[in-house]
């Protein structure tokens, strides 16, 4: 019954090792990490996060409908992995339809800018971002996970979506305070291992567009249509699309992110599923290393130099063929955070 509802045949044996990894990674990893043995710890946290990371990924796929015939069966797969990564305070259809005007109108569409939130809170809240991210603490993708739990209780408008967060932080908190309450050393852990998760979902979503962003508000006004005179053609989506591949020579480390970084190639064709990416890449590029082709060791200077500016930066920066060290890159972007 399961195999048949797959939409492709090709597609059940990848599928089902992601499926696998995933799950029984997560648990494996969740459990080494109340070991007393350091080594043990290690492999836990990296299992862990490992596993948080692909269960992004796939929720990204199940967005798409990509792996399974039926829109509900990729919904009900998709809730699984937010439950899993802790994006589930959104709801699946809100994750989903975020990410659907990502592609449609080509742009970042948000319920505010990110930039501006920066420039605009208290100094000292402001100060205190700053020197997280300075120290690599993914402080400003933590803040956005919370806004998506507290702005229902704040915002009149969205006032509806209490009840279901009541639920969901009356399932989750008390876990993760008995977690806590059982090994206070395996808590921590954990959280190192969600940061870990957060700083590499980041990383990846930092330099794979050079979108414009707009508001929730700005598309209502304008009857959903963007209109700054800016032809948002496919030439464009191609142009403002990088693949920041994980390996050129080693491909199978692309796999890391799920082939997330085939990123030209999802955009060329949104539904061709994350294991047939590498191939569509192929197509496309063939063995080019000039842009949009950027492998992530040429990112990791420009992650480090400007991971503070970009917090507050609308400019993203310079990229060429020979260096992307003025790349600034984007912030708050992450499809996990459906605001």
Known sequence: MMLAAFKNPDSVLPNSLAFSFTIFGYALGVYLLFSPSVLVNVAGVLLTAQSLIVSAYLLHEFSHWSIFKTPDTNRRWGILMSWINGSCYSTFEEIRSKHMHHHVDRADVLSFNVQHLMRHMPVAESNLIKALEWAYIPALEILMHFLVIILPFVRPEWHY????????????????????????????????????????????????????VFLDSELAQASGKISDGKLRDRAYEQANTYSNLTSISHPWLNLLFLNFPYHNAHHEKPIVPWFQLPQLHHELFGDSTNLPVIPMAKLLKAYHRHRVKRLQSDDYGVLTNDSA???IGAAGVSFLTAL
Request: proline share 4%; glycine share 2%.
């Open 325 to 327: 060290d003025a790349f």
């Open 161 to 212: 979506k209490r009840p279901r967060l009541l639920v969901i932080l009356l399932v989750r908190v008390p876990l993760f305070a008995l977690m806590a309450w059982v090994s206070l050393r395996a808590w921590l852990l954990y959280l190192l291992a969600y940061g870990i998760m957060l700083t590499a979902l980041r990383f990846a979503d930092a330099f794979q567009h050079t979108y414009d």
